[in-house]
């Protein structure tokens, strides 16, 4: 090769390195430019949305939305529930949803399914710490995938990765739970939404090795909540369709609705199909009940056989019958919560409530009243008797009562629970506890009524649209009294009615069940004293269960007994996954209760779970499609989903009056995500219903693909055209 076609050869090799730099740095634009085009400003959206900010500066992604369909199928005392979520992407972006969101805290969930186009990927139940490893393992290859974490036994949150920019995804959730009943009521609960939970921070010390040097003390909460619409600034979000299949196994009496119109249709004297009056936005809780036409069934049986094993369930309820005793002296110390929180219609019937208590009180009573926002004042110090003149100056200060400030509920049971004569057995010590609830530290109140109930017994009046059900059963189970709801005003005389009336009758005490004939373990261990027109419920497990039933107890100062042959048992189905989750709650509750040591309950929580295959606080449901949709380098955003405030709440009373509603806490901090522009409720467009699967495959680059084809391709033609000239020149 001569000099000059060595100087040739140089100077093209040389312009071949710059063209490839250049093409492959149009490509880079290409890419950015398009990933910028993904989002979006106030000024492009035509219709209301919740945008998230990015990490470019005056650019946003909107948030994804969640509808969501319930279908319960009920058989006699069990119920089976399909919750299927739709999440839709609006945005440009490919985004991770999160949804926080309630169940019942008695059901057992069992199910996660991803449904995309005309595939079904099945989750599995698996440890926490490792469903949540697979889970981030596959976002990070950008696979579909789903995780549903329970956060408290009626709080779980739904994470769905990789949604594609104007996606569908259906995503659902099936559990199975018992049926509630007294007095003859049979009662179906759908929590649809989580109120924002009070949490006292704890003060944490941290230093700043900055330039400062100095030791600064923070005041930290728990994990962030999800956020929450401002109602006055936005409309309703997440739609909701209901469809109830009931069965109930005997000639149906009256079926309604307590908060929700319902269309009725009777499908023969034992059934109806149950649907909600069109769609209806998330924020408030749904509550069906039913009685029968005649007398309601005194005792049932039901039997699951699952891998060779046996598990049944049951309940009696006891006859009432005539005592000759007099009423006993009660000493009654009501507790109300006048917190931010029941600012609005629950307030009213919180002071309803212990209105109509004061007013059930003879002069051989003794009471208290004591009220807590985030201050506490305890209007006698002590029981009084229940004379005129201190019902009056109880009636005095409860009337005056306002809602505000934060929801410090462990000082007032604590000093509830506070007993200076507990060998006095003149008095039947009992705590009236009016709240909605609305707590993040649960556990501390489950530990103080465990140290401190001695021989007093708790009653929960759980208040307001979407009460946490959670704290009020526990909480009532712990303190050996019942939770009672109370959603409207409306309810208030029938609902203490029946509460004084189980109060002021002699409780159901001495329960003891053994299965004459068999080995089987009877769940719970130790039955809980019963108030009048409850049933008792147990449920047992055995290889090969067989033999007699027999449960026995005192009413009053009368034995009552009764027997029931498990030959006779009607088969049932999800028993076993009922069991597995009552056996859960009753090792979470003699943990509490200082029987078994934390590990011990841990250990045995786990098996437990992982045998029956349910989501627990130890276990996690995971599914994951492992076809890759999101193309390597395209950033995924976490977009947490917004719940609306609870029917019925005020904003300004629960977050103040200078918490802007566009500052909500979030917990993407790489995302930044803060909220600019309200989600609007669409009733227009329901929910899609669990039987629709066709959605979508995914959302694809094709503009930027076509772009980066196009170089590529004008490359390879120069690469050519340059690959042939260096032929001829050599």
């Not at 841990?602 to 995971?622: C, E, F, N, R, W």
Request: net charge negative.
């Amino acid at each position: 090769m001569n000099a000059i076609t060595l100087h040739r050869s140089l100077n093209y090799k040389k312009t071949l390195y710059k063209l490839v730099i250049t093409m492959i740095a149009t490509c880079m634009t290409a890419q950015a430019a398009f990933a910028s085009a993904r989002l979006v400003t106030p000024n492009d959206m035509t219709a209301g949305s919740l945008l998230l900010k990015s990490s470019e500066a005056g650019k946003y992604i909107a948030a994804p939305a969640v509808a969501s369909d319930y279908t319960v199928t009920i058989s006699g005392p069990t119920g089976r529930t399909v919750v299927t979520q739709q999440f839709y992407n609006p945005s440009e972006s490919w985004v991770e949803g999160v949804y926080v969101f309630p169940l019942p805290d008695n059901s057992a969930v069992d199910t996660l399914k991803i449904v995309s186009g005309t595939r079904v990927i099945v989750g599995e139940v698996k440890e926490k710490q490792e469903a949540k490893a697979i889970y981030e393992e596959a976002k990070d290859k950008g696979e579909a995938a789903a995780l549903l974490e329970q956060d408290r036994p009626n709080m779980f949150t739904n994470s769905v990765a990789n949604i594609g920019p104007h996606e569908k995804i259906l995503v659902q959730i099936e559990y199975q739970q018992t049926i509630a009943q007294s007095s003859g009521t049979y009662d179906l609960r759908l929590p649809l939404v989580v109120a924002p939970r009070y949490n006292p921070a704890p003060i944490v010390q941290t230093v700043d090795f900055g330039a400062s040097k100095n030791g600064l003390a923070t005041t930290q909460n728990e994990a962030p909540q999800p956020p929450v619409l401002n109602p006055s600034e936005s409309a309703p979000v997440n739609p909701v369709s209901i469809t109830v299949n009931l069965d109930a196994g005997f000639a149906l009496g009256e079926v309604k609705s307590a908060y929700h119109k319902v269309d009725i249709v009777e499908k023969g004297a034992n059934a109806r199909v149950v649907t909600l009056s069109g769609v209806v936005p998330a924020d408030k809780d749904f509550d069906l009940t039913w009685t029968a036409a005649g007398t309601a069934p005194q005792a049932g049986l039901f039997k699951e056989t699952v891998n060779g094993h046996d598990y049944m369930l049951g309940f009696v309820t006891p006859p009432v019958l005539a005592t000759n005793n007099a009423a006993h002296p009660r000493e009654i110390t009501f507790v109300i919560d006048n917190s931010g929180s029941m600012e609005g219609a629950s307030m009213p019937q919180a002071k309803d409530s212990l209105l109509y208590g004061l007013a059930q009180l003879t002069p051989a009573d003794r009471f208290n009243v004591i009220r807590f926002d985030d201050t506490m004042d305890n209007l006698f110090g002590s029981a009084v008797q229940a004379d005129a003149q201190h019902i009056a100056q109880a009636k005095a200060f409860v009337s005056g009562l306002n809602a505000s400030g934060g929801t410090e509920m462990l000082a007032p049971m604590k000093a509830a629970l506070i007993d200076s004569t507990p060998n006095d057995k003149t008095y039947l010590r009992q705590i009236v506890f009016i709240t909605d609830g609305a707590i993040g530290n649960e556990q501390e109140l489950f530990d103080a009524i465990a140290k401190g109930r001695g021989r007093t017994r708790v009653f929960m009046v759980g208040i307001g649209s979407a009460p946490n059900s959670y704290l009020m059963t526990r909480a009532a189970e712990l303190g050996r009294g019942t939770f009672t709801q109370i959603g409207e005003g409306t309810q208030v005389t029938s609902k203490m009615k029946d509460l004084f009336g189980k109060i002021g009758n002699p409780v159901i005490t001495d329960i003891h069940a053994q299965i004459f004939g068999s080995t089987a373990k009877i769940t719970p261990e130790q039955l809980p004293d019963l108030y009048r027109g409850e049933p008792v419920m147990l449920m047992a497990d055995s290889g090969s269960l067989s033999g007699v039933l027999k449960i026995t107890g005192m009413i009053g100062d009368q034995p009552w007994e009764v027997k029931l042959p498990l030959v006779d048992a009607a088969q049932g189905k999800g028993i076993s996954k009922l069991w597995a989750r009552r056996k859960i709650a009753e090792l979470e509750v003699a943990s509490t209760l200082g029987q078994i040591t934390q590990a011990d309950a841990d250990k045995s929580v786990l098996k437990t779970a992982l045998d029956h295959q349910i989501v627990s606080s130890l276990t996690s449901l995971v599914a994951v499609d492992h076809s890759p949709k999101r193309p390597p380098g395209y950033v995924l955003t976490r977009a947490d989903v917004p719940l609306n405030l609870p029917s019925g709440w005020v904003w300004e009373a629960v977050f103040g009056n200078d918490v802007p509603a566009q500052n909500v806490p979030h917990t993407d901090q790489k995302a930044e995500a803060e909220f600019l522009q309200l989600a609007k409720f669409d009733p227009a467009k329901p929910p899609a219903p669990a039987t629709q699967v066709n959605l979508p495959q995914g959302a694809t680059d094709a503009e930027l693909m076509a772009i980066i084809g196009f170089i590529l391709a004008m490359l390879a033609v120069t690469l050519q055209f340059f690959a042939r000239r260096k032929a001829v020149l050599a």
